[in-house]
């Protein structure tokens, strides 16, 4: 940290130009931030931004994986129609269930 402080700051800047080729916008000031000692801030749970869907976003009924054995022809013409096809199968086998009356006809 004391070696940070006593660093010419300018001349650093200059030199990772130079060496990158180009100016860097934002160079000086990430530096000013590392000579104040923010280059070593702790991150709390709060501070750190959640990956993921956020909260609330899921639907509240979820799918079940399983696994199916499917014709071939039948598998390659569902993946044939594109992105979505498995939602679009889930659809099509809740609309065959539905005209039999073993389920409810949507979502």
Do not use: Y
Request: overall charge positive; charged content about 35%.
């Amino acid at each position: 940290m004391k070696t940070l402080k006593k660093l010419d700051m300018e001349k650093v800047a200059k030199a990772v130009e130079a060496d990158a080729g180009q100016a860097l916008p934002g160079l000086r000031d990430s530096l000013a931030e590392a000579r104040a000692g923010k280059f070593a801030e702790v991150h709390t749970p709060e501070k750190i931004k959640r990956r993921g869907r956020p909260a609330g976003s899921t639907q509240a009924v979820t799918k079940e994986a399983v696994k199916l054995r499917l014709d071939a022809d039948i598998l390659e013409a569902l993946r044939a129609s594109g992105e979505g096809w498995q939602t679009r199968t889930n659809d099509m086998l809740r609309a065959s269930l539905a005209l039999a009356g073993k389920v409810a006809s949507a979502r």
